[in-house]
């Protein structure tokens, strides 16, 4: 009975985060607001995400990348939803691309530092995964006030131009439509595409605008003339299409990707898909949304994968770490994951759940590299609190094996995925292939928490710290005041455990209903299947 009502307790903690997040995804959708929307429907325009939704296939879902950017993030400036810009992978006349529109209900689609570092992510997945971009372009440019957080650093606006000219080489598909303000160095990155559309009326392209030319050259010009579509149509010859409003310039884009010849995919192998032994739903129940109570990674395993598709390797060794073949709608997979609960090794060595020992971080190495050898994407299903610490982890050797586990999985050519599903903490993070180590795709569930270190442990070290550092000054803290500190600490720290503030400067991907997982990783394996895997797997001097 005490543990049906644990299980209820859980299941509705659980569905809470889940509102949460489908409420927060829902306000994130209106960008600037009603009015803004209000107002781009006047000017004859679709808003960003309505064009999106014109311009996929019908049956398409869209997956959206990066939807919580700038969560919180520019309150001085009135906040940047989404970042201003709306991404994600969908299918347009059945081929996967990237879709990326620009937002003008957001600051009139203005680039703030977190726009161009969404940008080079929609870009980089393109390149990574050698499908199509679209671009639909309606922004007024750089937000002036913060210009030097955006311009001229390496990974700053001027690294999109950079992007579109090396994808140009590579043969990745590019098609931009100017259906807005295109200005400035903005201007390059549809002029850079393959294609590019512009919409009458609404549309306009130029390095510098109408007030700005007055003002430099003292000619006075209005920008239709200056910039629009006429003028890029049928004088500078700057545009490849002129289209009379949104619906038909999205319809000439269908029809250009309807023409494109087909790529050579991967091979990577895949069945007809079976449903999980365990309804996806089930998770609820077995997953503590209090993230200090044990559970069995196995049993999460089994609502993500394939009915009665799991090939354990070395399961009886290194049980911390659960590593094994399977498959996720069809596609063969190899998982590594965190085991939450206890387990007890052959030497009669207690380990804790969700902590990596040189046994475990040995058995992933191997593991990994066999994936590599046998060209299988690698899933990573962190809930990790990071290596085994102390004297007896340090003479056998811990370093040494995890160095191993990293090598072998930054050296990895096949296509990684990562989900956070609870606790991302120190090295752990690293080693299960955090966003540093070039995940094709990585998204969070509610529940996960990404920090050097749990929120209870750091408060209590940065509290020692505090203390320590009161006393040299002879201040002496009683022990209400420490307790009022140490809330204090544990609550701002707190805040930047949550999954909204890494999907806010763009650590993840973004964040997802844990019964979405198993669409989520196969949409990236079936992206990931037109990449080239030619490069040889090479893990140089690994630490044996």
């Not at 032994?277 to 994968?305: Q, W």
Request: a neutral charge.
């Amino acid at each position: 009975m005490k543990e049906d009502i644990e299980i209820n307790k859980n299941i509705d903690q659980f569905k809470q985060l889940c509102y949460k997040l489908t409420y927060k995804h829902d306000k994130v959708k209106l960008g600037g607001g009603e009015k803004k929307i209000a107002t781009q429907h006047s000017k004859g325009k679709m808003t960003a995400r309505e064009r999106i939704d014109y311009l996929k296939d019908d049956d398409a879902d869209f997956l959206e990348i990066g939807a919580f950017a700038g969560e919180g993030m520019y309150k001085e400036y009135g906040g940047c939803p989404s970042g201003g810009v709306v991404a994600g992978i969908t299918k347009v006349e059945g081929r996967l691309v990237m879709l990326l529109a620009n937002d003008a209900t957001v600051k009139a689609g203005a680039w703030f530092p977190i726009t161009a570092k969404k940008n080079l992510r929609a870009q980089e997945i393109s390149m990574e995964n050698n499908i199509p971009i679209i671009y639909l372009v309606d922004s007024a440019g750089v937000f002036l006030p913060i210009q030097d957080e955006i311009f001229p650093d390496k990974e700053h606006f001027g690294r999109i131009f950079r992007n579109n000219a090396i994808m140009s080489s590579r043969g990745i598909l590019q098609i931009a439509a100017i259906m807005g303000s295109c200005v400035a160095g903005g201007a390059y990155l549809p002029i850079m595409s393959d294609e590019a559309l512009i919409v009458e009326g609404t549309g306009s392209v130029f390095l510098a605008g109408s007030y700005l030319v007055k003002s430099a050259i003292g000619e006075d010009i209005d920008n239709e003339t200056l910039g629009g579509a006429a003028t890029h149509s049928e004088i500078s010859g700057v545009t490849d299409y002129k289209c009379k409003d949104d619906k038909s310039c999205l319809d000439k884009i269908r029809s250009l990707v309807s023409k494109v010849g087909k790529v050579p995919d991967a091979g990577f192998n895949r069945t007809e898909a079976k449903e999980p032994n365990k309804s996806p739903e089930e998770i609820f129940k077995t997953f503590p949304v209090e993230r200090a109570k044990p559970y069995d990674m196995h049993e999460i395993i089994e609502c993500l994968i394939d009915k009665d598709s799991f090939d354990a390797y070395k399961d009886l060794y290194g049980q911390s770490l659960i590593c094994g073949y399977a498959r996720i709608d069809g596609w063969a997979v190899g998982i590594i994951a965190n085991q939450r609960k206890i387990v007890k090794s052959k030497k009669g060595e207690m380990q804790m759940g969700g902590v990596i020992y040189s046994d475990s971080a040995d058995k992933a190495a191997r593991f990994i590299m066999n994936c590599n050898q046998k060209k299988i994407p690698l899933v990573f299903l962190q809930d990790v609190s990071g290596f085994m610490v102390g004297s007896r982890a340090e003479h056998g050797g811990i370093i040494k094996d995890g160095a191993k586990m990293v090598n072998a999985m930054s050296n990895t050519v096949v296509p990684k995925f990562t989900i956070l599903l609870g606790n991302s903490y120190g090295a752990g993070n690293y080693a299960m292939c955090g966003k540093a180590y070039d995940p094709r795709l990585i998204f969070a569930w509610p529940t996960a928490q990404m920090a050097v270190m749990s929120g209870a442990s750091a408060a209590k070290t940065l509290l020692q710290i505090k203390v320590a550092s009161l006393k040299t000054k002879g201040q002496q803290l009683s022990k209400e005041e420490e307790n009022s500190l140490l809330e204090e600490i544990q609550e701002k720290y707190n805040e930047q455990l949550s999954p909204y503030y890494a999907a806010s400067r763009l650590w993840v991907d973004g964040i997802i209903n844990p019964t979405e997982t198993r669409k989520v990783i196969s949409t990236g394996i079936e992206m990931a299947n037109f990449g080239d895997y030619n490069k040889p797997f090479n893990v140089g001097n690994i630490q044996t």
